[in-house]
């Protein structure tokens, strides 16, 4: 028995470092898991973002195209309503879904700015299914979805926790082509 007694701190030693050793490997694997499981929801939160900016620029672009076919815009690629249409209303049904995707997805902030967005990317919509020859007021309805959309991406920088974009804001020169600042 004596012999026994002077192996038990031994004994109880390695016990406790066999606990210890597998607490500190199961905290360690919840880490990595909790970390690994943030980052995949990151990454579908910016595939969420992405897609539904690029669905609301399908509208404002074709936009931009009906416009300049009624006078209102200098883009280099004029459409009329008619031809526009079905593009229109290709956009529209895309961006249902993705507009559902950010919903489930998004921050209440990225949301509320999005929503900012498309309601001004609709109004422009409305505008060239209307007919209407008004550059001043398109010009405002520009000022208004560029602003939009500058709302939008720095809410989806601040959600993800990404430093400060451009703005995508620059100046066109009249011998220039229409630039992507739109």
Known sequence: MSAFLQQLPALL??????????LVVVRGDRMRFRREQTARWEE?????????????KKTVTVTYRVAAG?????????LSLEEATP????????????GEA?????????????RAWVVVAMEMERF???????????QSLLERQ??????????????LGLPPGHSARWSVHAND???SQR
């Open 13 to 22: 030693g390695v016990v406790i470092g066999a606990i210890g050793s597998y």
């Open 44 to 56: 579908r939160r910016l595939a969420v973002y992405a897609d539904y900016a690029r669905s609301v």
């Open 70 to 78: 009624l006078g209102n815009d200098p883009h280099p690629d004029p």
């Open 87 to 98: 593009l229109l209303a290709d956009a529209t049904t895309g961006r249902d879904p993705s």
């Open 102 to 114: 950010l919903i489930m997805l998004g921050s209440p902030e990225v949301v509320d700015r999005a």
């Open 128 to 138: 060239v299914r209307d007919g209407r020859r008004d550059p001043e007021a398109w």
């Open 146 to 159: 560029r602003a939009g959309r500058e709302g939008y991406y720095a809410a989806v920088r601040d959600d």
């Open 177 to 179: 082509q229409v630039s």
